[in-house]
């Protein structure tokens, strides 16, 4: 992981520096999180921030990468496999924007809604061996 | 044609009130903490209300209150609550207008939607639910000469709604109305978008109910759907919303070991088949209606026909008159009645639309019209709008595969029959999805080949009781809007009956 245009940046998903400090003050509530990427209807499409251990992944799952936001812990990101087959061309930033959301997501009330930006992979980052993903 | 006056203005047909406590075994209650949020209208972007922002406290008032109604509730005949439905559906057609305001100024959407789809099929919902109840039997079986057993459809007691903001009074209504003709009693939690017009309609309906049948409280999804949707006092929860969110249900659920109903949304493929251009007459007609539809609500359904296949032979002109019939749509002032499509319900959603949109052209689809945010004038500036955004694509681009939610159609060719149906399985959803041809036998076994739980042959977007809706894959669990929703909402009792005077023999 390292730094540039002001993201922190991960092989496969980054996390902008708004985000990180929205996370920082979450996990001061709810201690450490995870990701999960959700698809479908109405706020699908949306990361859901859970307190970690609080969404169950299983075999369906792939990890997809381990958020450092200057936090002991870092906060893992997960999608259900069958999705990342879809995505897994594109690198995923996860910004934040004024919004009301819903699930159960825990920024919600904070009146900040964790989104989901993307872009292509380059040719490199596709064939770098560290982009390959890991199933926990 | 009408503009109705905001809500809160000189002359409008409803007022919403200033704050909105929960409503709760069968009058308003504070919530306990005190706090409130704010509800904007994605109309103008300003606050209109503030509505209670409740935790798990106040989830467990509502559910003592459930608890405390739910046995002389379910033990009451069919016929009195089917009286209590048909009430509540002649109440809000009274009050048609005013409840069709305050959805479009809460939602976005346009009020000619609210008037003549959302609404009247809401309180038709009460209706066909009344009518199913009254009409649905147990069942007897004869085992043998001496011996039947009974079976008897009980109501499960306390069941939790979590319900979405795309449609905020048909979606509650879908689940309130099977729930209470099966005889139990609600605890419903509204989405955290639209919390106040299914207020407003319990300040309609509210009375015909006897205190605690029908609980709403609201709040973040966090804070009060989480209580709600794992509480062991529950006995089922119904879900409208995303697939993590539905899998993180069916978690809590499982803990409880309780059912779900679950509907998670998809990516319906509408498929334009060569012979509806044989003819430039009404059917023509219809079907460009029928590919204008992604925008209908703004495209915030979980149908929305979101990929449009249209066979290779016919691709270019029939494109280019869809591109005329969308370019006709009337975007606008929701409150005016001519206006076809609204705003977004939310900056959030705008946001992610937007999202969509760029990494669709960066996928290297072609716009082919809109792609981007409608700029409004006046009090709508601060309004949520996006234009109708056609693009023409491949079905692996993550705008083909994935849901927008928004006013946005992804348009891809195909060859033959084989090729149609390939590219309209070839996605993790099985909503809904449309059929178009004037062939008969080729309407019929696409229908039948589509992985999908709502295929429109000929139509699209019509949603009448009395027809079952739900989907295959990933995109849920249950059959809402129709009578077989009372059996999501019941548990059978069996009655094993000896009429034989004779020991079994055994000790």
Redesign the interface.
Same mark, same amino acid.
């Given at each position: 992981m390292g730094t540039s245009g002001g993201e922190t940046t991960g092989e496969r998903v980054a996390v902008t520096d708004p985000a990180a400090a929205l996370l920082r003050e979450l996990t001061a509530d709810h201690g450490p999180l995870m990701f999960?990427? %959700?698809?479908?209807?109405?706020?699908? %499409? %949306?990361p859901?921030c859970?307190p970690l251990g609080?969404?169950?992944t299983g075999a369906s799952d792939v990890h997809l990468a381990d958020l450092d936001v200057g936090l002991p812990e870092p906060v893992p990101v997960w999608m259900?496999r $069958?999705?990342f087959e879809?995505?897994s061309h594109?690198h995923l930033t996860i910004d934040v924007?004024?919004?009301?959301? $819903?699930?159960? $997501?825990?920024e919600?009330?904070t009146g900040q809604?964790f989104?989901?930006?993307?872009?292509?992979m380059s040719d490199e980052e596709a064939i770098r061996p560290d982009t390959q993903t890991t199933t926990e | 044609m009408a503009i109705y006056a905001p809500p809160g203005e000189a002359g409008s047909v409803v007022q919403y009130a200033p704050r909105y406590d929960n409503w709760i075994g069968g009058e308003w209650v504070k919530p306990v903490k005190g706090r409130y949020f704010e509800n904007p209208t994605p109309i103008t972007g300003r606050t209109f209300t503030e509505v209670a922002q409740s935790g798990a406290d106040d989830i467990e008032l509502a559910l003592d209150a459930a608890h405390g109604a739910a046995p002389a509730w379910g033990r009451t005949s069919a016929a009195e609550r089917a009286l209590v439905l048909n009430k509540i559906a002649d109440r809000m057609e009274e009050n048609l207008e005013r409840i069709a305001v305050a959805e479009s100024w809460e939602n976005g959407k346009a009020v000619r939607e609210c008037l003549a789809a959302d609404i009247p099929l809401a309180i038709d919902h009460f209706r066909y639910f009344a009518g199913a109840v009254r009409a649905q039997e147990g069942h007897s079986s004869q085992i043998d000469g001496d011996t039947v057993a009974y079976h008897f459809q009980e109501p499960l007691g306390v069941v939790g709604q979590i319900i979405p903001w795309n449609f905020p009074i048909l979606m509650a209504v879908w689940k309130i109305a099977p729930a209470l003709a099966a005889g139990n009693a609600i605890v419903l939690k509204p989405a955290e978008q639209t919390p106040a017009s299914i207020l407003l309609l319990m300040d309609v309906i509210g009375d015909l109910l006897p205190p605690g049948v029908l609980n709403v409280v609201n709040g973040f999804g966090v804070e009060a759907g989480k209580p709600l949707a794992s509480n062991p006092r529950v006995r089922k929860v119904a879900f409208t919303g995303e697939t993590t969110t539905g899998r993180l249900i069916m978690q809590y659920a499982s803990e409880n070991l309780i059912p779900v109903t679950l509907e998670l949304g998809g990516k319906s493929p509408n498929i334009f088949f060569e012979d509806v251009a044989a003819e430039r007459d009404a059917f023509y007609d219809k079907t460009l209606e029928g590919f204008t539809m992604f925008a209908l609500n703004q495209g915030e359904v979980c149908t929305c026909p979101s990929r449009a296949l249209v066979q290779d032979s016919i691709y270019d002109g029939f494109m280019a008159d869809a591109l005329e019939r969308v370019g006709r749509i009337k975007q606008g002032d929701p409150l005016d009645t001519d206006t076809m499509m609204g705003a977004q319900a939310s900056n959030d959603q705008l946001e992610k639309i937007l999202s969509y949109i760029d990494i669709g052209r960066q996928e290297g689809a072609k716009v082919l019209t809109g792609g981007g945010r409608a700029e409004m004038e006046g009090d709508l500036a601060g309004g949520y709008y996006v234009t109708p955004t056609i693009f023409e694509g491949q079905n692996n681009m993550r705008i083909f595969q994935e849901e927008i939610f928004g006013p946005v159609v992804s348009v891809a060719r195909f060859d033959d029959y084989a090729d149609a149906i390939k590219i309209a399985n070839d996605t993790l959803y099985g909503l809904g999805s449309g059929v178009w041809s004037r062939n008969g036998n080729t309407a019929y076994r696409a229908g039948r080949d589509i992985q999908a739980g709502r295929v429109w042959v000929n139509n699209y977007h019509a949603y009448p009781a009395h027809a079952a809706f739900g989907g295959y894959k990933q995109s849920g669990i249950g059959r809402e809007n129709h009578k077989m929703m009372l059996d999501h909402y019941q548990q059978t009792k069996n009655l094993l009956v000896s009429y034989s005077d004779q020991a079994m023999g055994f000790f």
């Open positions: 999960h990427q %959700s698809g479908g209807c109405c706020d699908g %499409s %949306s859901m859970y609080e969404f169950r259900s $069958s999705q879809l995505w594109t924007v004024p919004g009301r959301g $819903s699930g159960f $997501s825990v919600a009330p809604r989104l989901i930006r993307s872009r292509l | -």
